[in-house]
């Protein structure tokens, strides 16, 4: 099936200290151009980026910019909404949406391809990442027919936990192992950056 790539860097960093979390710098390339790299050859109707203000510091970005249609930051799940309205839109040909951050330098290459037989086999709507006895919610594979139901949720209801909307929609989980790197660390804090950098060093060793 068609899929369409959603990057989503709408978050407010503030444990990063403010600013644009994915344009921080690892090892001399952003975090957003090491997750469009994994990414990227992953989504066959490419790669959308999720963020709000000024698009232009986005400008080496491959594809369009996507802010969030509900006011207020809600949170991920307006990410996802917008990234499913722009899907239905502009790509009519695109069944289902992947979600990642923009701050997970590490994601396995096999992870649309995994999720994707996993909801399909399923027959849920959404297929989420695991590992390490963990879900990571904004790493999955969401059907754009969920569309309308969101936006009821997040402007209607004010559902904004996405533990709950996915608990809610029987989200089947699909796992990946943390050794020898978790791939789906993320970097929250200059301590995660710190370990991000010594990971690629040992890879690089390896």
């Not at 860097?9 to 790299?37: E, F, N, Y």
């Not at 899907?87 to 009519?92: D, E, V």
């Not at 040909?93 to 391809?113: N, Q, R």
């Not at 943390?178 to 804090?189: Q, R």
Request: a neutral charge.
């Amino acid at each position: 099936m068609t899929t369409l790539g959603v990057i989503l860097a709408g978050g407010l960093s503030r444990r990063m200290g403010g600013g644009d979390k994915p344009l921080r710098g690892l090892a001399g390339r952003t975090l957003l151009d090491r997750v469009v790299h994994r990414f990227g050859p992953q989504c066959p109707a490419g790669l959308i980026l999720n963020a709000n203000g000024d698009p232009a510091r986005f400008g080496a970005f491959p594809g369009a910019i996507v802010p969030d249609g509900v006011l207020g930051h809600p949170g991920p799940l307006a990410g996802i909404l917008a990234a499913l309205e722009h899907a239905r839109a502009h790509h009519p040909a695109v069944v289902e949406v992947a979600s990642v951050t923009g701050d997970a330098p590490f994601l396995p290459d096999d992870l649309v391809a995994r999720l994707a037989a996993a909801r399909r086999r399923s027959g849920a709507p959404i297929a989420v990442a695991s590992s390490g006895g963990r879900q990571h919610f904004t790493v999955a594979l969401w059907s754009v027919s969920l569309v309308d139901d969101l936006r009821a949720a997040l402007i209607e209801r004010d559902e904004r936990r996405v533990g709950a909307y996915l608990g809610r929609h029987g989200a089947v989980p699909v796992d990946w192992p943390i050794e020898p790197i978790d791939p789906f660390l993320n970097i929250n804090t200059p301590e995660d950056l710190d370990l991000a950098t010594a990971l690629l060093a040992r890879i690089a060793e390896g």
